[in-house]
Structure formats: structure tokens, C-alpha cells
């Protein structure tokens, strides 16, 4: 696939899982992560996606085979049953009604696949390799090692004095802030645990960053 990654604003995705096994439940806790709606159909669902179910309420199942009609509203499909036919039935209805699709089994018959992800605040690195999941985790559990909970607190801590210099009196001055400290060196400020010293000289009227102390 010559894949064009985009991030989705979990919370605008309103999520149809057609299948009930591991590997739905593992698409739906996913997508219950980032915010989504999600509704599950199946004959038979596990353990896991009933547990899910019992503590999320945006988490809905029905118990029955798919239908077409099941598409209604949803902006992304997952066809993730064990019947390639079946599979094939969700990807061509989901097509049909220009929906993004995500078939478990044959990725060529969807629109769109999911990445091996790793998430830390608002950090989000998605990896894809050419269809080969396992390769695909093995590469996004070695980017985490690196990009871990400094890079969150680091992130929060940015985007906290980017909001407070565009609101103050002098709004030019993120400008400025953001070369210095988002230049080539900022990776290497962060794993140094020198960024924090660094915001301190931007923030407005000299004032100290609250959530800095939480990631150095």
C-alpha cells in the first residue's frame, strides 16, 4: 500500500467493529483510548470486549450476525470476523458508501490500516511496514524506549507557553521562542532535562512554568 498517514481526532470517530474475537477487542480498546464511539457486532463476542463494554459507556455490542444496514452512520469499519467472505461483505458495503475501511484479514480490500502506536500524552508515533504487523511493533517498542514520559511532560510544557505568549500583549514572541527551543537541539534538551531551564527564560513576565517540575 502507498500509504498517506493522517492522525484522526478519536473523539469525531464514530467506530463499527464487525467481529467479536481478539481481534476486535483489541481495535475496540484502541479506539475506546483515543476517545472514539465504538459498536461492536457479533453472534459471539469474548470475555475481553464484554468487560470493555461493562466500563465504557461508548462502547455498545449487538449480538447478531453483520447486516449491511449495520454500516448506518459510521465514519470508520473494521471487518476483523474469522470468515474471509464475511470480511469481504463489510469492506465492499463500507466502499459503497465511502466509508474508511480496515479489513483484518486482506489489507488490498479496505482503504485504510491501523499502525503499530505509541502513545505518551500527547506524543502519538504510528509505524507501518509494508503489511508486517509484527515487524511493525517490534520497531514502535524500540521508538518508545527513546520518545518516553519526558517528551510528554516536554510537549505539555511547550504547548502551555505557546498558549500563554500568542494571549499575551506581545504574541510575536513565540516567534522567537519557538526557534530557540524548537530548533535542531530540542531532542537533546529534553533527554538532557535542560528544556525546562529554557522555557523558564520565555514564559511571560518571568512567571514559572507550573508543569515543568513534573517531567524533569
Not at 10 to 21: C, M, R
Not at 34 to 45: I, L
Request: hydrophobic content about 45%; overall charge positive; proline content about 4%.
Amino acid at each position: 500500500m502507498s500509504g498517506y498517514p493522517i492522525l484522526l481526532e478519536g473523539s469525531g470517530i464514530d467506530a463499527l467493529i464487525v467481529g467479536g474475537g481478539r481481534v476486535a477487542e483489541r481495535k475496540a480498546a484502541g479506539l475506546l483510548e483515543c476517545g472514539a464511539t465504538v459498536r461492536v457486532v457479533a453472534p459471539d463476542t469474548s470475555p475481553g470486549l464484554k468487560e470493555l463494554a461493562l466500563r465504557h459507556a461508548r462502547l455498545s455490542i449487538v449480538d447478531r450476525a453483520y447486516q449491511s444496514g449495520d454500516i448506518g452512520a459510521a465514519t470508520l469499519i473494521i471487518a476483523a470476523t474469522g470468515s474471509r467472505a464475511v470480511n469481504s461483505r463489510v469492506a465492499a458495503d463500507a466502499r459503497a458508501g465511502g466509508r474508511m475501511v480496515i479489513t483484518a484479514d486482506s489489507p488490498g480490500q479496505g482503504t485504510c490500516t491501523s499502525m503499530a502506536t505509541h502513545r505518551v500524552g500527547s506524543l502519538v508515533i504510528g509505524v507501518s511496514a509494508g503489511g508486517v504487523p509484527t515487524a511493525a511493533a517490534r520497531i514502535r517498542d524500540a521508538i518508545a524506549v527513546r520518545f518516553d514520559h519526558r517528551y510528554a511532560g516536554a510537549l505539555q510544557t511547550v504547548s502551555s507557553l505557546r498558549r500563554r505568549l500568542l494571549e499575551s500583549e506581545a504574541p510575536d514572541a513565540w516567534a522567537a521562542a519557538n526557534f530557540a527551543l524548537l530548533g535542531r537541539e530540542f531532542c537533546a534538551l529534553v533527554e538532557g532535562g535542560e528544556l525546562a531551564a529554557v522555557v523558564a527564560r520565555w514564559a511571560p513576565n518571568g512567571a514559572s512554568d507550573p508543569e515543568a517540575a513534573a517531567w524533569r
